[in-house]
C-alpha cells in the first residue's frame, strides 16, 4: 500500500504525531465504510424489487439505466427534492431528531465489525455489548416518530413497534448470550476466530436453535414482513411514519434497510464463521490456496446470502396477526433461548462441539 504512496506525501505523514495519524486514518475508514454501506443500501432496494418481481412472476425495475441499475438513484432524487412536511402541532425538535435515531445506530455498528482478519475499524474488547446497546436504541426512533407527529395512526404503529422490538430483544440478547460461552469473549474478532476451522467449527450446529432465534428476531427488529404490523397499510395508513415525506421519510428507508444488512452481517459473524472460507478444512486444496484463506469476500457471500432470505420471506409470508407476532416473541423464542443457554451449559460442561478443545 505505501508503494503506492508519493514520498512527499508519506514525509508529511510523518511529520504529523501519532494521535492525529490514528484520528485521520480512523476517519478515512470510517467515510469508506459508510460509504460502501450507504451503496449497499441504495443496490439492497433494487435487488429486493428484483428478487421479489422474479418470486412474483413480474419484471422489477428496468426503465432506469441498463437493467433498471440506476432505479435507487432515481428514487434518491426524487425524495430529495420532495417537501418536507412538519405537522403543525407537532414536535418540531423530536420530529426532525427521530429518523436521525434510526439511522445513525445502524451505521455506527459496523465500527466493531470485523470485516476480514486483518481489519476492523475499532477493535474494542466489549464489541458484543457494543452491538447489543446501539441495536437497542433504534427503537427510540420509531417511538419519538410516532409520539412527536400528535397523529394517532403514527402512535399507535410506535406502540406496536415497541413493544414488538422489547419482546424480540430480548430473545435476542439471550440467543447472544449462547454466543458468548461458545465463543468466551465479548470481542466480535474473538467470536469469529474461535469458529475458525472450517464448517463444522461454525457455530451454526451447537446453536442451531439460537441461530433461527436471532434471525427471526433480527426479522421482527427491522420491521420487516411478516412483523411489519407497526407499518400495517390496511388498518393503520403507514404507522409510525405515516407524517414523514421527502428526506426525513428517506432517512427511516435508508435506516430500514442498513439495518438488514447489518442483521445479516452478525448472524454471519455469530453463527457462520464471519470472514472465515466455506473450505478451510477441506484439506485436498492447496495448504496456500485462496479457497482456504479468511477473506472479506466469504463474509460477503455469507451477507448477501442472508438479504436474499430477507426478501424470500418479504415474497412469501403473509402479515401475521398482532397478538401472533407477541406470543411467538414471548412464549415462544424466549423460553427456546432460556433452554438451550442450559443445554449449552451442559455442552460446556461434557466439553462438546465449542468446548471440545478445552482441557479439564
Same mark, same amino acid.
Given at each position: 500500500?505505501?508503494?503506492?504512496?508519493?514520498?512527499?506525501?508519506?514525509?508529511?505523514?510523518?511529520?504529523?504525531?501519532?494521535?492525529?495519524?490514528?484520528?485521520?486514518?480512523?476517519?478515512?475508514?470510517?467515510?469508506?465504510?459508510?460509504?460502501?454501506?450507504?451503496?449497499?443500501?441504495?443496490?439492497?432496494?433494487?435487488?429486493?424489487?428484483?428478487?421479489?418481481?422474479?418470486?412474483?412472476?413480474?419484471?422489477?425495475?428496468?426503465?432506469?439505466?441498463?437493467?433498471?441499475?440506476?432505479?435507487?438513484?432515481?428514487?434518491?432524487?426524487?425524495?430529495?427534492?420532495?417537501?418536507?412536511?412538519?405537522p403543525e402541532k407537532s414536535n418540531r425538535f423530536l420530529f426532525v431528531v427521530a429518523p436521525l435515531l434510526t439511522?445513525?445506530?445502524?451505521?455506527?455498528?459496523?465500527?466493531?465489525?470485523?470485516?476480514?482478519?486483518?481489519?476492523?475499524?475499532?477493535?474494542?474488547?466489549?464489541?458484543?455489548?457494543?452491538?447489543l446497546a446501539l441495536t437497542s436504541v433504534g427503537v427510540y426512533g420509531v417511538i419519538l416518530a410516532g409520539w412527536?407527529?400528535?397523529?394517532?395512526?403514527?402512535?399507535?404503529?410506535?406502540?406496536?413497534?415497541?413493544?414488538?422490538?422489547?419482546?424480540? #430483544? %430480548?430473545?435476542? &440478547? =439471550?440467543?447472544?448470550?449462547?454466543?458468548?460461552? !461458545?465463543?468466551?469473549?465479548?470481542? +466480535? @474478532?474473538?467470536?469469529?476466530?474461535?469458529?475458525?476451522?472450517?464448517?463444522?467449527?461454525?457455530?451454526?450446529?451447537?446453536?442451531?436453535?439460537?441461530?433461527?432465534?436471532?434471525?427471526?428476531?433480527?426479522?421482527?427488529?427491522?420491521?420487516?414482513?411478516?412483523?411489519?404490523?407497526?407499518?400495517?397499510?390496511? #388498518? %393503520?395508513?403507514? &404507522? =409510525?411514519?405515516?407524517?414523514?415525506?421527502?428526506? !426525513?421519510?428517506?432517512?427511516?428507508? +435508508? @435506516?430500514?434497510?442498513?439495518?438488514?444488512?447489518?442483521?445479516?452481517?452478525?448472524?454471519?459473524?455469530?453463527?457462520?464463521?464471519?470472514?472465515?472460507?466455506?473450505?478451510?478444512?477441506?484439506?485436498?486444496?492447496?495448504?496456500?490456496?485462496?479457497?482456504?484463506?479468511?477473506?472479506?469476500?466469504?463474509?460477503?457471500?455469507?451477507?448477501?446470502? =442472508?438479504?436474499?432470505?430477507?426478501?424470500?420471506?418479504?415474497?412469501?409470508?403473509?402479515?401475521?396477526?398482532?397478538?401472533?407476532?407477541?406470543?411467538?416473541?414471548?412464549?415462544?423464542?424466549?423460553?427456546?433461548?432460556?433452554?438451550?443457554?442450559?443445554?449449552?451449559?451442559?455442552?460446556?460442561?461434557?466439553?462438546?462441539?465449542?468446548?471440545?478443545?478445552?482441557?479439564?
Amino acid at each position: 500500500m505505501k508503494a503506492l504512496i508519493p514520498n512527499f506525501v508519506l514525509n508529511i505523514w510523518d511529520w504529523f504525531p501519532p494521535l492525529t495519524q490514528y484520528l485521520i486514518e480512523t476517519t478515512f475508514w470510517i467515510v469508506v465504510v459508510m460509504i460502501t454501506v450507504i451503496l449497499s443500501v441504495a443496490f439492497t432496494t433494487y435487488f429486493e424489487r428484483k428478487v421479489i418481481g422474479y418470486m412474483q412472476g413480474r419484471i422489477g425495475p428496468n426503465r432506469v439505466g441498463p437493467w433498471g441499475l440506476l432505479q435507487p438513484f432515481a428514487d434518491v432524487i426524487k425524495l430529495l427534492i420532495k417537501e418536507v412536511v412538519v405537522p403543525e402541532k407537532s414536535n418540531r425538535f423530536l420530529f426532525v431528531v427521530a429518523p436521525l435515531l434510526t439511522l445513525i445506530p445502524a451505521l455506527a455498528t459496523w465500527a466493531v465489525v470485523p470485516l476480514s482478519d486483518t481489519f476492523v475499524i475499532a477493535d474494542i474488547n466489549a464489541g458484543l455489548l457494543y452491538v447489543l446497546a446501539l441495536t437497542s436504541v433504534g427503537v427510540y426512533g420509531v417511538i419519538l416518530a410516532g409520539w412527536a407527529t400528535n397523529s394517532k395512526y403514527a402512535f399507535l404503529g410506535a406502540m406496536r413497534s415497541a413493544a414488538q422490538i422489547v419482546a424480540y #430483544e %430480548i430473545a435476542m &440478547g =439471550f440467543a447472544l448470550v449462547g454466543v458468548l460461552m !461458545a465463543g468466551g469473549s465479548l470481542n +466480535l @474478532g474473538d467470536i469469529t476466530e474461535a469458529q475458525a476451522g472450517g464448517f463444522s467449527s461454525w457455530f451454526l450446529l451447537p446453536l442451531m436453535p439460537l441461530f433461527f432465534v436471532y434471525f427471526i428476531s433480527g426479522v421482527a427488529e427491522t420491521n420487516r414482513a411478516p412483523f411489519d404490523v407497526a407499518e400495517g397499510e390496511s #388498518e %393503520i395508513v403507514a &404507522g =409510525f411514519h405515516v407524517e414523514y415525506s421527502g428526506v !426525513a421519510f428517506a432517512l427511516f428507508f +435508508l @435506516g430500514e434497510y442498513a439495518n438488514i444488512i447489518l442483521i445479516s452481517a452478525l448472524t454471519s459473524i455469530f453463527f457462520l464463521g464471519g470472514y472465515n472460507s466455506f473450505f478451510e478444512g477441506w484439506t485436498f486444496l492447496a495448504e496456500d490456496s485462496f479457497l482456504r484463506e479468511p477473506s472479506l469476500l466469504w463474509l460477503i457471500i455469507k451477507i448477501c446470502f =442472508f438479504i436474499y432470505v430477507f426478501f424470500w420471506i418479504r415474497a412469501t409470508f403473509p402479515r401475521y396477526r398482532y397478538d401472533q407476532i407477541m406470543r411467538l416473541g414471548w412464549k415462544v423464542f424466549i423460553p427456546v433461548t432460556i433452554v438451550w443457554i442450559v443445554v449449552e451449559g451442559v455442552m460446556a460442561w461434557m466439553q462438546v462441539g465449542p468446548w471440545s478443545n478445552l482441557s479439564g
